[in-house]
């Protein structure tokens, strides 16, 4: 599931708004990126756990050469999975089901009385000067093809 998969399943908890779901999906992200990025851990129960962990530096191996090399300390991302998600990907566990999108509720229409009201004439429309048509172009004249070289005999 791509981003905007995952709004468009989302849409229908915002009224079938998707730009409504895709807000509410980038305020989700952008809040789990800031405190990433600032070092704290984001944890959502029954989900999981984001943290950013420290790789120091360490050597390695190209594997096309066989080359001994230098790899430089990093900062990455990584994803705990909660005991919960853990037990439904395993099957140990039944996933609930998923949730219903709000009832819409329709307001009642009372009907008002009709009260005619006296139309106004209206002035006649001017009438619109009649468009000048631009002159025609003539097409370019089409290019004579070069004619054959006739073969030589020796």
């Not at 992200?29 to 959502?44: E, P």
């Not at 390695?60 to 705990?80: C, D, H, M, W, Y």
Request: proline share 9%; charged share 35%; glycine share 4%.
């Amino acid at each position: 599931m791509n981003k905007a998969q995952f709004i468009a399943y989302l849409a229908p908890q915002f009224g079938d708004s998707k730009k409504e779901a895709a807000r509410a999906v980038d305020v989700v992200f952008d809040a789990i990126v800031r405190n990433i990025s600032k070092g704290d851990d984001v944890m959502i129960n029954d989900f999981g756990k984001f943290k950013k962990v420290d790789r120091p530096a360490r050597k390695g191996r190209n594997p096309f050469t066989g080359e001994t090399i230098q790899i430089k300390a990093s900062k990455k991302v990584r994803f705990l999975p909660a005991k919960a998600l853990k037990e439904i990907i395993s099957g140990a566990r039944k996933l609930e089901a998923a949730p219903k999108p709000p009832v819409k509720v329709v307001p009642k229409v009372v009907a008002k009385p009709v009260v005619k009201a006296v139309a106004k004439k209206a002035a006649p429309a001017k009438k619109a000067a009649p468009a000048k048509k631009a002159p025609a172009k003539k097409a370019a004249p089409a290019k004579k093809a070069a004619p054959a070289k006739k073969a030589v005999k020796r």
